[in-house]
């Protein structure tokens, strides 16, 4: 089946440092999305990717999608510890959601 | 906006009781999901359904079962509750679109079982 690496599975960087989390396939994914979830709190959608090597922004926030369609990306410029959570890939196909382990984000003030 | 109800945030239950905890979604989503959170494994399915009376097993349904009698509703059902089932467990609903589709998720229920 479908294997789905996130890494790394946490991360603590300094406020004002950029931040990625990755994620790996070891098949070609029809979409990625991004979701973040704070701390005590639920995931919530960021943002879908559908196309071979599709980039797109949200402010601060840039999500990749490989040419393969097999990785995937979030970069955070310049964090702010607003951004602190939990960000997890998923996937899709047919009427099931798959998630990747998730990045425990932490930002040191 | 979107809504996704879980009826309890936080429970306690002793070792071999029955818990429920319920779901309501008020979006018309057809499908339903229940997920368990624990630190370093994500997020896991246990089951899910596409329909009223429906429902599938996810990765991880030992020791669950679900009822889903209302489209609105999806209950999930832990017949004797044991200490390794204590975990925050996320309720989810998406439309019935296929591929690309995004799914909301509750607040949560955490439960301890003691």
């Known amino acids: 089946g479908q294997q789905v690496m996130q890494i790394p599975q946490y991360q603590h960087v300094q406020e004002g440092e950029d931040f990625t989390t990755y994620c790996n396939s070891s098949?070609?994914?029809?979409?990625i999305q991004w979701y973040k979830q704070r701390p005590g709190g639920h995931p919530v959608f960021l943002i879908q990717?559908?196309?071979?090597?599709e980039v797109k922004k949200q402010k601060r926030l840039t999500f990749q999608f490989g040419e393969a369609k097999k990785n995937s990306s979030l970069h955070i410029t310049a964090t702010q510890t607003t951004d602190v959570g939990t960000y997890f890939c998923?996937?899709?196909?047919?009427?099931?959601?798959?998630f990747g382990t998730g990045t425990s984000l932490t930002v040191i003030p | 906006d979107v809504k996704v109800t879980q009826s309890s945030r936080y429970l306690v239950k002793r070792t071999g009781e029955k818990v429920f905890l319920e779901c309501v979604q008020d979006m018309d989503h057809e499908n339903m999901f229940w997920y368990r959170q624990d630190p370093g494994l994500g997020l896991r399915l246990i089951y899910f359904s596409y329909d009223v009376k429906m429902k599938e097993k996810g990765d991880i349904p030992e020791g669950y079962s679900v009822s889903r009698e209302k489209k609105e509703r999806f209950s999930l059902i832990l017949e004797s509750a044991s200490t390794n089932q204590t975990s925050m467990y996320l309720c989810?609903?998406?439309?019935?679109?296929?591929?690309?589709?995004?799914?909301?998720f509750g607040e949560g229920s955490w439960l301890t079982v003691v």
């Open positions: 990717l559908v196309k071979s090597g």
């Open positions: 998923a996937w899709n196909t047919g009427n099931q959601f798959y």
């Open positions: 098949t070609t994914l029809s979409n």
């Open positions: 989810a609903s998406s439309s019935l679109t296929g591929a690309g589709n995004t799914i909301y």
